[in-house]
């Protein structure tokens, strides 16, 4: 069974890279709009894994990965944070909320499916 | 001849009584001693007659001559020294007194001549002393104006508080700088806020300055040298200003050294910095975080069309949302230049000066320097620039000066016009044009002027004041110009600018009395009339029956505190009655329909007054008639005058019961005050507020010295009793 992977960002023209990137990776790719409907679609589909932006409408990034990590349930999921803001004050706030990990945009992309595919080797 | 002194009499008669018993008791004893043929001889009728008559003659002129004698001593001995004594006591009062003139005996003489060596001594000392007095008072009114003086030039603001938090001295640009912070700045003109006896808690909130001052005179304490503290506030108009607290040291506190008597506080309005600083970042941030989305996506699209066996519609997709960020990015930078270069100033400190003045300097600079007339045309007369004048006139005295030397320039014209948000300078000559990389040459040669030279371009001039400078070709009229964008000064800057030079006449922005005035914990009743802070107005109005619904068109009003009247800080202010100005009325007042149609109305103006007149004495002529315009507006309005009230026309009654009129015209002409702009409610406050400080010191001669004894004075008079 092919792995599940939410993509939850607000701008459609990075969505709609990462979900044709993930597809051709092989997983199961799903797309969040907002932080709320991220949230949703994590309690909801339960992905293996969220690609999470920092900004967005709703909810912040740093708000969903709170309240996953405060969640029992959802304990397992793995997030990687996907921001603009490239302050280190940043990146400790992201990890320290508890993202598994942190890139700043912009990416490559290899390095992007290549982290996926870590994260998701490292689950037991 | 004066009457016989009494001590003299008794004297006398007590001698002659002496004498007369003496004499009878020696004829008593001769008598007892005489045979009876003897007494028999004596006794015989017409010897014995004479013999007493003569005897009682004796006596007489005995008695007068010791009359004689004992006036004569006692003139000499008593009566002397008595006129001495009281000619002393002449000496000892008066300022400048004759000198004594010596009689009587020679000791006497002698006496007279050492008090008059003494009298002498004690004047030559009292002059002394009044004259070191004079002059050292002289110095510290000198050294008083000097610090006031340099206070009104300085450019940041300063205001100065004993520890009370009243006011002693502030300066103009403080002024401005509260009018910044008024609520109703249009109205009263921030008086309301930065005046001499004002609380400064109605600017900053009490705590916030408490804590301060307890910080620094923790430092004090601990022995720091130069024991300051800072903080930023926000005021209730939303401002945020940066302050400055120094203390000003109680010299007489002795070895605590913790002993302050006041405080100095520098106000700096940083809400401008800050919200040129929030656009900065704001314009950063759109840099960085709005360029790595916009990257991000783009590379990501990059990257998925790097796959080979794309199909042609996501290819298309991809192409797309390429297209699409490169565009979104390009518009991104294109609005940062632009909103950089509006409204990022250049960080070199420019000052406002109006266009007209630097054309001015300009012309005759240029013409002194090159010897060529130099005209100027198209000058926008309103228009202020935001310069460094000094270099500015450098470069074009420079540019003037090589146009002279290398092109035989004749004529020289300057010009200066708004472009849109800037302003642009011309420098004009006609005849031969020069090519471009001459100019460039110019631009880039460090300036010289004779034998001087500066290390400054003409180039290095225009980026200071975030300009642009270039040369441009008229070929219809033969002529060729410099043109120099300078920027202009804001708003904001061009009033507080305008308002610095019409400041022509000396404030009174300061009062250093105020030091020794303590917060009075007694009530307004109790304090004396002279360290009362009064504020005396006037009103005009529709007509003269309030309860017909006449209503107030115009109030006045002025300060006078610790006995001085502050001119600068008056208020004035049309109203708008919301109701016709009856025409009878307006011969009197001079305000029209069309004067009040624009002004605001009564529930603006009234809180702006109170606000004005808060913490003092509401003084009027003819009080009750104004009060009662004030009182009928406390419903609609909300605003409650509770101060105590003082009417002058009853105070003129009080000192000068038997004058015919209280007329304010009739008092100021007894008081020799010259009436300027009656019958505008300024005007008439400020001769009322002339006629109270006069009255004050005939009050207190009258033994009437506390604002309630005033009051029940005020009651007591006749015109008290009669209803308006």
Request: charged share 20%; glycine share 8%; net charge negative.
């Amino acid at each position: 069974m092919s792995r599940k992977i939410l993509v939850a960002d607000d701008e459609p023209n990075i969505v709609i890279s990462l979900e044709y990137l993930l597809k051709r990776e092989g997983y199961t790719v799903l797309v969040a709009r907002d932080g709320q409907e991220a949230l949703d679609a994590i309690a909801r589909d339960r992905p293996d894994l969220v690609l999470l932006d920092v900004m967005m409408p709703k909810k912040s990034g740093f708000e969903v990965c709170q309240a996953v990590r405060a969640d029992e349930a959802l304990q397992a999921t793995k997030i990687l944070m996907l921001t603009a803001k490239g302050r280190e004050t940043d990146l400790a706030k992201g990890l320290a909320l508890g993202a598994d990990a942190y890139m700043t945009k912009p990416f490559s992309t290899r390095e992007l499916a290549q982290k996926v595919a870590d994260m998701l080797a490292a689950q037991p | 001849m004066k009457a016989p002194e009494r001590r003299l009499v008794l004297a006398l008669a007590a001698a002659g009584l002496a004498l007369a018993a003496w004499t009878g008791l020696s004829l008593a004893l001769v008598w007892a001693g005489l045979a009876p043929d003897e007494r028999q001889a004596l006794g015989a009728d017409g010897p014995r007659l004479a013999w007493l008559g003569w005897l009682a003659a004796g006596w007489a002129a005995a008695v007068a001559g010791l009359g004689w004698g004992l006036q004569r001593l006692f003139g000499r001995y008593v009566g002397a020294p008595a006129r001495l004594q009281e000619e002393v006591r002449v000496l000892l009062a008066a300022s400048a007194p004759q000198p004594l003139a010596p009689h009587g005996s020679a000791e006497l003489r002698g006496l007279a001549g050492a008090i008059n060596e003494l009298a002498d001594q004690r004047d030559r000392l009292r002059q002394d002393m009044a004259r070191q007095v004079e002059q050292a008072s002289r110095g510290v009114q000198q050294e008083k104006n000097r610090l006031a003086a340099l206070m009104a030039e300085l450019t940041q603001s300063v205001v100065v508080c004993n520890l009370d938090g009243r006011i002693l001295l502030y300066n103009s640009r403080a002024r401005l700088q509260f009018r910044a912070l008024s609520q109703a700045p249009a109205l009263a003109d921030g008086a309301e806020l930065m005046g001499i006896g004002r609380s400064i808690y109605a600017v900053f909130d009490r705590q916030l300055v408490a804590h301060a001052l307890e910080s620094m005179q923790q430092r004090l304490r601990r022995g720091a040298g130069r024991p300051s503290a800072q903080f930023v506030t926000t005021t209730r108009a939303g401002q945020l200003i940066r302050v400055q607290m120094a203390p000003v040291r109680d010299l007489d506190a002795g070895e605590a050294g913790a002993g302050i008597s006041g405080f100095v506080l520098m106000l700096d309005n940083v809400t401008q910095n800050f919200q040129e600083e929030s656009l900065r970042d704001q314009l950063l941030h759109g840099l960085t975080e709005g360029s790595r989305s916009s990257l991000a996506n783009m590379q990501a699209a990059a990257d998925m069309l790097g796959y080979a066996d794309l199909e042609p519609e996501m290819h298309e997709r991809f192409l797309g949302v390429v297209r699409e960020e490169v565009a979104a990015m390009s518009g991104r930078i294109t609005e940062l230049v632009q909103r950089s270069t509006q409204g990022l100033k250049t960080r070199w400190p420019l000052e406002e000066m109006l266009g007209a003045d630097f054309m001015t300097a300009a012309q005759r600079q240029i013409e002194s320097h090159c010897r060529r007339a130099v005209t100027v045309e198209g000058l926008d007369a309103g228009l202020w620039l935001k310069v460094e004048s000094f270099t500015l006139l450098q470069v074009l005295t420079y540019l003037a000066g090589r146009l002279v030397d290398e092109f035989e320039v004749k004529f020289l014209q300057l010009r200066l016009q708004r472009a849109g948000q800037r302003a642009q300078l011309d420098l004009i000559w006609s005849g031969q044009a020069m090519s471009t990389e001459t100019v460039m040459v110019w631009e880039m040669d460090p300036m010289r002027f004779g034998s001087q030279s500066t290390p400054l371009t003409v180039r290095d001039v225009v980026e200071r004041h975030g300009g642009e400078m270039w040369f441009e070709r008229d070929r219809v009229r033969h002529r060729a110009f410099f043109r120099f964008l300078l920027p202009l000064a804001s708003e904001q800057e061009q009033l507080e600018a305008a308002q610095i030079m019409q400041n022509d006449s000396r404030p009174e922005y300061y009062d250093f009395d105020l030091f020794q005035a303590g917060e009075q914990a007694s009530e307004l009743d109790d304090r004396l009339l002279s360290s009362l802070s009064f504020t005396v107005f006037d009103t005009e109005t529709t007509g003269l029956n309030p309860s017909e619904g006449d209503q107030i068109i115009q109030i006045g009003a002025t300060r006078i505190v610790n006995g001085r009247l502050l001119r600068q800080e008056s208020f004035e202010q049309l109203v708008n009655p919301g109701r016709l100005i009856s025409p009878a009325s307006i011969p009197i007042h001079g305000i029209t329909q069309e004067m009040v149609a624009g002004q605001p109305g009564i529930e603006a103006v009234l809180p702006a007054f109170h606000a004005f007149a808060q913490d003092s004495v509401l003084v009027a002529h003819n009080a009750a008639f104004d009060m009662k315009f004030l009182q009928l507006q406390e419903a609609a309005t909300g605003v409650a005058f509770h101060q105590p009230v003082l009417d002058t026309l009853l105070l003129s009654a009080v000192v000068h019961p038997n004058q015919e009129s209280h007329r304010l015209e009739a008092i100021a002409e007894r008081f020799n005050i010259t009436v300027l702009g009656r019958h505008t409610a300024l005007g008439d406050a400020l001769v009322t507020a002339e006629v109270l400080l006069r009255l004050l010191p005939l009050l207190q001669a009258q033994g009437i010295h506390t604002l309630r004894q005033a009051r029940e004075a005020a009651q007591a008079t006749y015109y008290a009793r009669i209803q308006y």
